[in-house]
Protein backbone atom coordinates (compact mmCIF):
# COMPACT_ATOMS: atom_id res chain seq x y z
CA UNK A 1 0.00 0.00 0.00
CA UNK A 2 1.21 3.14 -0.70
CA UNK A 3 1.53 6.33 1.89
CA UNK A 4 1.93 10.04 2.07
CA UNK A 5 2.64 12.15 5.37
CA UNK A 6 2.75 15.76 5.62
CA UNK A 7 3.72 15.95 9.33
CA UNK A 8 2.98 20.01 9.16
CA UNK A 9 -0.38 20.81 9.35
CA UNK A 10 -0.35 24.54 9.35
CA UNK A 11 2.22 26.93 8.84
CA UNK A 12 1.91 30.45 8.75
CA UNK A 13 4.67 33.10 8.15
CA UNK A 14 5.00 36.51 7.12
CA UNK A 15 5.61 37.61 3.53
CA UNK A 16 8.79 37.49 2.08
CA UNK A 17 9.53 34.69 4.78
CA UNK A 18 10.75 31.32 2.61
CA UNK A 19 8.76 28.56 3.14
CA UNK A 20 9.59 24.65 3.28
CA UNK A 21 6.69 22.41 3.15
CA UNK A 22 7.92 18.49 3.70
CA UNK A 23 6.40 15.54 2.17
CA UNK A 24 7.58 11.66 2.94
CA UNK A 25 6.21 8.97 1.16
CA UNK A 26 5.71 5.03 1.21
CA UNK A 27 5.66 2.76 -1.51
CA UNK A 28 7.23 -0.95 -2.64
CA UNK A 29 6.63 -0.13 -6.18
CA UNK A 30 9.85 0.44 -8.39
CA UNK A 31 7.91 3.05 -10.46
CA UNK A 32 6.03 6.05 -8.92
CA UNK A 33 5.10 9.54 -9.76
CA UNK A 34 4.40 12.12 -7.13
CA UNK A 35 2.65 15.61 -7.49
CA UNK A 36 2.31 18.73 -5.58
CA UNK A 37 -1.30 20.62 -5.88
CA UNK A 38 -2.52 23.64 -4.46
CA UNK A 39 -6.20 24.41 -3.32
CA UNK A 40 -7.22 27.86 -2.45
CA UNK A 41 -10.39 28.17 -0.88
CA UNK A 42 -12.51 28.01 -3.81
CA UNK A 43 -11.72 24.18 -3.31
CA UNK A 44 -10.26 23.40 -6.80
CA UNK A 45 -6.70 21.25 -6.75
CA UNK A 46 -4.19 23.19 -8.82
CA UNK A 47 -1.85 20.69 -10.18
CA UNK A 48 2.02 22.49 -9.43
CA UNK A 49 4.57 19.66 -10.50
CA UNK A 50 5.03 15.91 -11.49
CA UNK A 51 8.33 13.97 -10.55
CA UNK A 52 8.95 10.34 -11.45
CA UNK A 53 10.86 7.95 -9.34
CA UNK A 54 13.74 7.74 -12.00
CA UNK A 55 14.49 11.76 -12.25
CA UNK A 56 15.91 12.74 -8.60
CA UNK A 57 16.92 16.08 -10.63
CA UNK A 58 15.68 19.28 -8.46
CA UNK A 59 13.74 21.82 -10.21
CA UNK A 60 12.90 25.37 -10.00
CA UNK A 61 10.02 27.14 -11.28
CA UNK A 62 10.02 30.99 -10.00
CA UNK A 63 9.63 30.94 -6.64
CA UNK A 64 8.74 27.61 -6.25
CA UNK A 65 11.19 24.56 -5.85
CA UNK A 66 11.12 21.39 -5.22
CA UNK A 67 13.73 18.81 -3.94
CA UNK A 68 13.32 15.39 -4.42
CA UNK A 69 15.41 12.61 -2.83
CA UNK A 70 14.91 8.93 -2.87
CA UNK A 71 17.38 8.17 -0.11
CA UNK A 72 15.11 9.80 2.75
CA UNK A 73 11.55 9.08 0.52
CA UNK A 74 11.12 12.85 0.42
CA UNK A 75 9.80 15.29 -2.00
CA UNK A 76 9.56 18.79 -0.39
CA UNK A 77 8.43 21.89 -1.54
CA UNK A 78 9.52 25.48 -1.13
CA UNK A 79 8.61 28.94 -1.91
CA UNK A 80 10.89 31.37 -2.04
CA UNK A 81 9.99 35.14 -1.02
CA UNK A 82 6.62 34.35 -0.02
CA UNK A 83 3.56 36.47 -1.20
CA UNK A 84 -0.45 36.21 0.38
CA UNK A 85 -0.97 34.78 -2.83
CA UNK A 86 0.68 31.59 -1.70
CA UNK A 87 -1.62 31.17 0.67
CA UNK A 88 -3.49 28.29 0.26
CA UNK A 89 -3.72 24.17 1.41
CA UNK A 90 -1.15 22.52 -0.17
CA UNK A 91 -1.01 18.68 -1.33
CA UNK A 92 1.32 15.96 -1.93
CA UNK A 93 0.29 12.78 -4.00
CA UNK A 94 1.69 9.56 -4.99
CA UNK A 95 0.55 7.48 -7.90
CA UNK A 96 2.18 4.27 -8.98
CA UNK A 97 2.55 2.50 -11.71
CA UNK A 98 -1.00 1.03 -13.33
CA UNK A 99 -2.72 2.76 -10.94
CA UNK A 100 -4.00 6.04 -11.95
CA UNK A 101 -5.26 7.17 -8.55
CA UNK A 102 -3.86 9.29 -6.61
CA UNK A 103 -3.16 8.83 -2.69
CA UNK A 104 -2.75 12.09 -0.82
CA UNK A 105 -1.22 13.45 2.16
CA UNK A 106 -3.09 15.28 4.65
CA UNK A 107 -2.41 18.13 3.32
CA UNK A 108 -0.49 21.98 5.16
CA UNK A 109 -2.36 24.60 5.53
CA UNK A 110 -0.20 27.87 4.36
CA UNK A 111 -1.41 31.33 5.64
CA UNK A 112 1.19 34.10 4.63
CA UNK A 113 0.40 36.94 6.63
CA UNK A 114 1.28 41.04 4.80
CA UNK B 1 -11.58 25.43 -23.25
CA UNK B 2 -13.71 25.05 -20.10
CA UNK B 3 -12.02 23.53 -17.37
CA UNK B 4 -13.46 20.07 -15.30
CA UNK B 5 -17.20 20.87 -14.22
CA UNK B 6 -18.96 20.06 -11.56
CA UNK B 7 -22.78 19.94 -10.76
CA UNK B 8 -24.46 21.27 -8.35
CA UNK B 9 -22.01 23.56 -6.65
CA UNK B 10 -23.58 22.94 -3.14
CA UNK B 11 -26.62 20.31 -1.89
CA UNK B 12 -28.20 19.71 0.72
CA UNK B 13 -29.84 15.88 1.80
CA UNK B 14 -31.15 14.04 4.56
CA UNK B 15 -30.10 11.16 5.75
CA UNK B 16 -30.80 8.33 4.12
CA UNK B 17 -31.77 10.08 0.80
CA UNK B 18 -29.87 9.81 -2.41
CA UNK B 19 -27.87 12.15 -4.64
CA UNK B 20 -26.16 11.96 -7.96
CA UNK B 21 -23.54 14.01 -8.69
CA UNK B 22 -22.49 15.11 -12.30
CA UNK B 23 -18.95 15.87 -13.75
CA UNK B 24 -17.81 17.25 -17.55
CA UNK B 25 -14.37 16.54 -17.87
CA UNK B 26 -12.17 18.87 -20.09
CA UNK B 27 -13.05 18.37 -23.66
CA UNK B 28 -10.75 15.42 -25.43
CA UNK B 29 -10.19 13.64 -21.52
CA UNK B 30 -11.39 10.38 -21.78
CA UNK B 31 -10.19 9.84 -18.08
CA UNK B 32 -12.89 10.76 -14.88
CA UNK B 33 -11.74 10.22 -11.28
CA UNK B 34 -14.09 10.81 -8.61
CA UNK B 35 -12.69 11.88 -4.81
CA UNK B 36 -14.02 12.68 -1.25
CA UNK B 37 -12.22 14.85 0.68
CA UNK B 38 -13.32 15.18 4.10
CA UNK B 39 -13.14 18.57 6.23
CA UNK B 40 -9.64 19.15 7.21
CA UNK B 41 -8.51 15.94 5.27
CA UNK B 42 -6.92 15.10 2.16
CA UNK B 43 -8.49 14.08 -0.95
CA UNK B 44 -9.72 9.65 -1.01
CA UNK B 45 -10.03 7.88 -4.07
CA UNK B 46 -13.32 6.77 -5.19
CA UNK B 47 -13.13 5.66 -8.84
CA UNK B 48 -11.77 6.04 -12.13
CA UNK B 49 -13.26 5.41 -15.73
CA UNK B 50 -11.71 5.50 -18.78
CA UNK B 51 -13.58 4.69 -21.84
CA UNK B 52 -17.00 4.41 -20.16
CA UNK B 53 -15.44 1.57 -18.17
CA UNK B 54 -14.25 0.96 -13.97
CA UNK B 55 -10.69 1.18 -13.91
CA UNK B 56 -9.89 1.41 -10.26
CA UNK B 57 -12.55 1.73 -7.58
CA UNK B 58 -11.03 2.75 -3.80
CA UNK B 59 -12.40 1.35 -0.20
CA UNK B 60 -15.80 2.96 0.00
CA UNK B 61 -19.30 1.04 0.56
CA UNK B 62 -21.84 -0.08 -2.36
CA UNK B 63 -23.78 2.62 -1.53
CA UNK B 64 -21.67 4.71 -3.56
CA UNK B 65 -21.51 4.17 -7.47
CA UNK B 66 -20.38 5.72 -10.51
CA UNK B 67 -20.65 5.65 -14.49
CA UNK B 68 -19.50 6.97 -17.76
CA UNK B 69 -21.36 8.25 -20.60
CA UNK B 70 -20.32 8.13 -24.77
CA UNK B 71 -19.98 11.71 -24.46
CA UNK B 72 -17.19 10.83 -21.41
CA UNK B 73 -18.96 12.97 -18.56
CA UNK B 74 -19.55 10.97 -15.70
CA UNK B 75 -21.99 10.41 -12.74
CA UNK B 76 -21.27 9.56 -9.04
CA UNK B 77 -24.33 8.32 -6.90
CA UNK B 78 -24.64 7.60 -3.15
CA UNK B 79 -27.78 5.74 -1.79
CA UNK B 80 -28.77 5.83 1.77
CA UNK B 81 -27.15 9.01 2.62
CA UNK B 82 -25.04 9.00 5.98
CA UNK B 83 -23.71 12.29 8.11
CA UNK B 84 -20.19 11.20 7.44
CA UNK B 85 -21.10 11.78 3.67
CA UNK B 86 -20.53 14.95 4.29
CA UNK B 87 -17.98 16.63 2.41
CA UNK B 88 -16.65 18.08 -0.92
CA UNK B 89 -16.49 15.70 -3.73
CA UNK B 90 -13.95 16.09 -6.32
CA UNK B 91 -13.82 15.08 -10.23
CA UNK B 92 -10.80 15.02 -12.09
CA UNK B 93 -10.32 14.40 -15.48
CA UNK B 94 -7.06 13.55 -17.89
CA UNK B 95 -6.52 12.48 -21.38
CA UNK B 96 -6.12 8.95 -21.24
CA UNK B 97 -5.82 6.18 -18.22
CA UNK B 98 -1.86 6.66 -17.35
CA UNK B 99 -0.19 7.20 -13.58
CA UNK B 100 1.81 9.94 -14.87
CA UNK B 101 -0.66 11.88 -16.40
CA UNK B 102 -1.65 15.59 -13.89
CA UNK B 103 -5.19 14.84 -12.98
CA UNK B 104 -6.94 18.16 -13.66
CA UNK B 105 -10.11 18.82 -10.98
CA UNK B 106 -13.08 20.71 -11.17
CA UNK B 107 -14.24 23.05 -8.49
CA UNK B 108 -16.26 20.31 -6.41
CA UNK B 109 -19.48 19.39 -5.16
CA UNK B 110 -19.94 20.01 -1.31
CA UNK B 111 -22.27 17.80 0.21
CA UNK B 112 -24.11 17.99 3.40
CA UNK B 113 -25.99 15.55 5.17
CA UNK B 114 -28.49 17.01 7.90
Redesign the interface.
Given at each position: AQK?TQAQTEISVVEKEDVTLDCVYETRDTTY?L?W?KQPP??????LI?R?SFDEQNEISGRYSWNFQKSTSSFNFTITASQVVDSAVY?C?L?????????????TRLTINP | DA?VTQSPTHLIKTRGQHVTLRCSPISGHK?V?W?QQVL??????IF?YYEKEE??R?NFPDRFSARQFPNYSSELNVNALLLGDSA?Y?C?S?VT????????????T?LSIL
Open positions: VYFYSGELVFRNFASVAGAQKLVFGQG | GSSYGQGPQFQRGGLLATYAENQPQHFGDGR
